[in-house]
């Protein structure tokens, strides 16, 4: 039953060694780990009003351009910074293999923290944002963007157990469907306000009102406020890194394919975020509690027609794919930090379809709890975002400084210059943000990443303790083991309590002892009687538990067997009744699983089940 | 922690040897299985009146003394015939004890299905009117009756978890109270009756309205009508049966102190349903949808002071408390009937107070379930009730009549007399019962409880099955084993390996294998360098697994093996870590435990966990 729905959801099992051939091209590869970077299109310029709009009204739209050539100068920064990191680490290097190698283990896990954080707040952004766009098209779903998210989320998570190259081929249309609608709509849109057929929208005052009724308007933006504007717009930067994580999934030559599909995303990203900001100045549409800007411009450039329904539909579908890219990385860090023993070593296991299917499981849960703790509110979640983004760009950065420090190879000097301005802009852009938002959220990201790294750290020293406790080299000569062996009678003598001392008895132990625990005297009697009938020639001890219990007595009766000699393992023979239906083992009083459990526990035990089987 | 709570809610364990201690004095017994049957005077009159009044309207009032009168007499007949049974059967003999000596097991179980159902149906209807009679004096509370009646049998399932003699301790104070409010009730209200100071009560049109709006009244009542009435007072009886089958609860001599003290029961029982229905006749009260009938006519005899509220508080109390008298003998019935291997054994284990706890549990989750199912409402809960009762009642007498005719003791006839006369009378009820109310809740238990025999048979079929499987008279030779020994060794060696190798050796067995299951061709090739390296003077042989799963390639392995030698038993060695705290067990991968699972299944397989102690 769990097979076959398992079967149905997830498909039928790969062998390990079609991982290689599971390599994506780059135009494949640009929608799977490019969608991310694209989609954030879709939201940051909006994120930018709702800081701006509250204080300065309609004037906000005048901050949108400089604001967003700011974050598009940023975004060059980081693209070229690693475009060096795709050469330097052709095998994956994503921000925590890059601080390993060159800041060691402390920088390294502060930025596998820094990206976990980031990946989940990243799904559960683009799947509130894609809410957003389908309750923006269709009105009566407003107030369910909560349900819708939700649905969407579990409908990712299934695409990513089935695998990577199906989820590849089921979300490349969507990306270029989307791309080249919003190229349509910035073109059409700034063609119609050149030829004068489209002019100024008529404000709407009631919805300004909505966002400007809480605080007075002031007469322009102060420098702090537009800190805080451009803290939510850096949010575009988001996915930038996806690839340099992803390197393996590309085909060779993995690091120049890599490169190529990195500037290409940067390149789209950058013409569509400042497009959108152009277009939005010159139209002066008015933010609304329940419509997207998005929504807004393309009713207005295109009408209610298809190209309107094209808009919204790929918008929905980029922006829930979006969390695809975090859903392809997640996992793949995870486990790479679970190899380094940082990580329970569940999530290194590859699942039936190859995919790392915990982290996948993870990851769903995560992004589940935070959309459902927000509302399912992209607003609320924006100030959290963007401290683990940056956070983990500028320890990436910072470890590629190092990185061209220590090697020196030829030409190292520029590409030192390159990282270095990298490093510098996104480590004042992290303080800019927790320092700006803090009050509003992003404090939970300063506190989450720290507890993280603790995790880790907890996580590591049991994983080494256990390395000590296990440690022997080749050479090591093999315990003397000396036995004795307690066989458990239960409260009657039947073929499997024979059978288990015939087995017991095949061991040629140095001591042999049968032992009953009696609840009253009449059953201590009774068994004595029935022991002695069968003569077998092994003594019976009887051990009295008034009290009904069976582990404690055993246990303190072993002790005392225990206590004659030292250095000798008792192993402990259980005969155990074995059913083949589950309703039959619920006639049991199952008291040989308890016991097992417990004698494990104890020092220089062994527990060995002599199974009778009934059917 | 979990041990911490248990005994805070149920107290410290109870030696065995303390269970003939818990015996009850006769008052103690009287409030402990007599609080069912007199509590049932608290709603059994206004059950009349609820069929009744949709019909004839107030006129209803007039059929009440005549009805009651009929339950009366058979309250008389039952009585006379269960205190044959007191003394027939000293050791305690409830209706299944005497269907099985007298009738056989087929009637038996058919006797043990009605109990168990009855008693369900008895928590769940004197919790209900509890609640109601809660949220008669506190408008308030009206519409939280599920709610109260949910909190009041929690309370009771733990009070019988904690034992038998603090329940009577408990009980006794209210049931004593609520005799003494209840005949004053009666006394005061007759004597202002007579007296002139109290006569009838006006009518309250609206709360009548409210039961005859859906039919039409008619001009009187039609004799189905008066049967379907009649079938809800005899529910009174609820509880006569209580006694006979915990006659061992009582002092000795057990038979008479348990004759005496029902004769009581039934005596004032049979006094408090007439004196209420006398009183009802004359004052005249209307029937209202959220004040019980009680509570209206305490209202006008008490008016609003001290008295009518220990009149609601004691009702409330008994009614609860009556729940109780269930709680003793539910457990106890299931307890017999598992004994007889018809129920799982768990219901025979007496837990740490001496209690059969499981039987108290499963009690309390029925009852509950009922609860919620039927909206916490008396009304909707009695047509389900009078089957079980008056079913049980029948083969009880049924089987003391073939009791005394196999018996034939000086002055059989008499006592045969007494019994067919009972057996005759209360089968006619049970007819009656399940015709006139089959459609409004009836039938569930005349499906139920045939469900309930066919569980009991199939049961019983395993146990015997089990039986058969394990049946070896004394003589029986052991068995020959012959040891083929598996070691499994996991992904690398550690110092658990080298343990359980060492353990394999000391078995001395015929063969010995060394087995490591490899996701891949690099792995299989490093686990065998390694090997190379110890010198273990053991092959290791490797299984492929592409599908990286690890319990099938193991089995088939073990096939292999298993297939070159006939009657030869396998012992699998599973070196096994064991972390002492619950957190560190989430970061292994545990497969050695799915492992052990499945390998028991296996046939001629010994299952042996050699532990590793990591602290």
Same mark, same amino acid.
């Given at each position: 039953?769990?097979?076959?729905?398992?079967?149905?959801?997830?498909?039928?099992?790969?062998?390990?060694?079609?991982?290689?051939?599971?390599?994506?091209?780059?135009?494949?590869?640009?929608?799977?780990?490019?969608?991310?970077?694209?989609?954030?299109?879709?939201?940051?310029?909006?994120?930018?009003?709702? /800081?701006? &709009?509250?204080? =300065?009204?309609? $004037? *906000?739209?005048?901050?949108?351009?400089?604001? +967003? !050539?700011?974050?598009?100068? %940023?975004?060059?920064?980081v693209?070229?910074s690693y475009?060096q990191t795709l050469y330097a680490y052709p095998s994956g290097g994503g921000s925590y293999i890059v601080s390993r190698e060159n800041l060691g283990t402390g920088a390294s896990l502060v930025a596998a923290g820094s990206l976990m954080v980031d990946y989940t707040l990243t /799904?559960? &952004?683009?799947? =509130?944002?894609? $809410? *957003?766009?389908?309750?923006?098209?269709?009105? +009566? !779903?407003?107030?369910?963007? %909560?349900?819708?998210?939700?649905?969407?989320?579990?409908?990712?998570?299934?695409?990513?157990?089935?695998?990577?190259?199906?989820?590849?081929?089921?979300?490349?249309?969507?990306?270029?469907?989307?791309?080249?609608?919003?190229?349509?709509?910035?073109?059409?849109?700034?063609?119609?306000?050149?030829?004068?057929?489209?002019?100024?929208?008529?404000?709407?005052?009631?919805?300004?009102?909505?966002?400007?009724?809480?605080?007075?308007? %002031?007469?322009?933006?102060?420098?702090?406020?537009?800190?805080?504007?451009?803290?939510?717009?850096?949010?575009?930067?988001s996915?930038v890194e996806a690839i340099s994580n992803g390197i393996q999934?590309?085909?060779?030559?993995?690091?120049?394919?890599?490169?190529?599909?990195?500037?290409?995303?940067?390149?789209?990203?950058?013409?569509?975020?400042?497009?959108?900001?152009?277009?939005?100045?010159?139209?002066?549409?008015?933010?609304?509690?329940?419509?997207?800007?998005?929504?807004?411009?393309?009713?207005?450039?295109?009408?209610?027609?298809?190209?309107?329904?094209?808009?919204?539909?790929?918008?929905?579908?980029?922006?829930?794919?979006?969390?695809?890219?975090a859903?392809a990385d997640f996992p793949r860090l995870s486990g790479i930090v679970a190899s380094d023993a940082f990580l329970p070593r569940?999530f290194a296991?590859?699942?039936?379809?190859?995919?790392l299917?915990?982290g996948?499981?993870v990851l769903?849960?995560?992004?589940?709890?935070?959309?459902?703790?927000?509302?399912?509110?992209?607003?609320?979640?924006?100030?959290?975002?963007?401290v683990g983004l940056f956070m983990s760009f500028t320890l990436s950065q910072s470890g590629m400084v190092v990185h061209h420090w220590r090697g020196?190879?030829?030409?190292?000097?520029?590409?030192l210059?390159?990282n270095a301005?990298g490093a510098f802009?996104t480590g004042?852009v992290t303080?800019?943000?927790v320092?700006?938002?803090?009050?509003?959220?992003?404090?939970?990201p300063t506190i989450v990443i720290p507890l993280l790294v603790l995790l880790f750290w907890l996580i590591h020293r049991h994983y080494a303790?256990?390395d000590?406790?296990?440690?022997?080299?080749?050479?090591?000569?093999?315990?003397?083991?000396?036995?004795?062996?307690?066989?458990?009678?239960?409260?009657?003598?039947?073929?499997?309590?024979?059978?288990?001392?015939?087995?017991?008895?095949?061991?040629?132990?140095?001591?042999?002892?049968?032992?009953?625990?009696?609840?009253?005297?009449?059953?201590?009697?009774?068994?004595?009687?029935?022991?002695?009938?069968?003569?077998?020639?092994?003594?019976?001890?009887?051990?009295?538990?008034?009290?009904?219990?069976?582990?404690?007595?055993?246990?303190?009766?072993?002790?005392?067997?225990?206590?004659?000699?030292?250095?000798?393992?008792?192993?402990?023979?259980?005969?155990?009744?074995?059913?083949?239906?589950?309703?039959?083992?619920?006639?049991?009083?199952?008291?040989?699983?308890?016991?097992?459990?417990?004698?494990?526990?104890?020092?220089?035990?062994?527990?060995?089940?002599?199974?009778?089987?009934?059917?």
């Amino acid at each position: 039953m769990y097979s076959v729905v398992k079967r149905l959801l997830i498909g039928t099992p790969l062998s390990s060694s079609e991982l290689e051939g599971q390599r994506l091209t780059k135009r494949v590869a640009l929608a799977v780990f490019g969608t991310d970077a694209i989609a954030s299109t879709a939201f940051a310029t909006q994120e930018i009003l709702v /800081v701006l &709009v509250p204080a =300065a009204g309609m $004037a *906000a739209l005048d901050y949108l351009v400089p604001i +967003s !050539l700011v974050v598009i100068a %940023l975004l060059v920064i980081v693209t070229a910074s690693y475009r060096q990191t795709l050469y330097a680490y052709p095998s994956g290097g994503g921000s925590y293999i890059v601080s390993r190698e060159n800041l060691g283990t402390g920088a390294s896990l502060v930025a596998a923290g820094s990206l976990m954080v980031d990946y989940t707040l990243t /799904v559960a &952004v683009s799947i =509130a944002a894609g $809410a *957003a766009a389908i309750t923006s098209a269709v009105p +009566s !779903l407003r107030g369910d963007e %909560l349900q819708i998210g939700l649905a969407l989320l579990a409908l990712i998570a299934v695409a990513n157990l089935r695998g990577v190259r199906e989820s590849g081929r089921l979300f490349a249309p969507p990306t270029y469907t989307y791309i080249a609608i919003m190229t349509l709509l910035v073109v059409v849109g700034l063609f119609r306000v050149a030829t004068g057929s489209l002019g100024r929208l008529p404000v709407d005052q009631e919805a300004l009102a909505h966002f400007t009724g809480r605080e007075a308007v %002031l007469a322009g933006a102060s420098s702090f406020l537009l800190l805080r504007a451009f803290s939510s717009g850096a949010v575009a930067l988001s996915g930038v890194e996806a690839i340099s994580n992803g390197i393996q999934a590309f085909r060779k030559p993995e690091s120049r394919n890599a490169a190529i599909t990195l500037t290409w995303v940067a390149f789209i990203l950058g013409a569509l975020f400042l497009g959108i900001a152009v277009l939005a100045s010159h139209l002066r549409p008015t933010l609304r509690p329940d419509e997207t800007l998005l929504s807004t411009m393309g009713h207005a450039v295109f009408g209610n027609g298809l190209l309107y329904i094209v808009l919204q539909a790929s918008t929905a579908a980029i922006l829930t794919l979006s969390a695809n890219t975090a859903f392809a990385d997640f996992p793949r860090l995870s486990g790479i930090v679970a190899s380094d023993a940082f990580l329970p070593r569940q999530f290194a296991n590859r699942g039936d379809r190859l995919v790392l299917s915990n982290g996948i499981l993870v990851l769903m849960f995560a992004a589940a709890s935070l959309l459902i703790a927000f509302g399912g509110e992209v607003s609320a979640l924006i100030p959290l975002f963007a401290v683990g983004l940056f956070m983990s760009f500028t320890l990436s950065q910072s470890g590629m400084v190092v990185h061209h420090w220590r090697g020196r190879q030829p030409g190292w000097q520029g590409r030192l210059a390159v990282n270095a301005v990298g490093a510098f802009a996104t480590g004042v852009v992290t303080v800019v943000v927790v320092l700006s938002k803090f009050t509003e959220g992003a404090w939970v990201p300063t506190i989450v990443i720290p507890l993280l790294v603790l995790l880790f750290w907890l996580i590591h020293r049991h994983y080494a303790r256990v390395d000590r406790a296990l440690a022997c080299p080749p050479g090591t000569p093999l315990p003397d083991i000396v036995h004795t062996v307690v066989v458990l009678v239960p409260s009657r003598v039947h073929s499997g309590v024979l059978e288990s001392l015939a087995y017991a008895k095949s061991l040629r132990p140095q001591y042999l002892h049968a032992v009953h625990v009696a609840f009253d005297q009449e059953s201590a009697e009774g068994m004595l009687a029935t022991w002695a009938e069968y003569r077998f020639d092994i003594e019976l001890d009887v051990v009295s538990s008034p009290y009904r219990a069976l582990t404690r007595p055993m246990l303190q009766y072993i002790d005392a067997l225990d206590e004659r000699w030292q250095h000798d393992t008792v192993t402990v023979i259980i005969p155990e009744f074995v059913v083949h239906r589950w309703w039959e083992a619920l006639l049991h009083n199952q008291t040989a699983l308890l016991l097992k459990a417990r004698l494990l526990l104890r020092k220089g035990t062994v527990v060995t089940s002599v199974p009778t089987h009934i059917d």
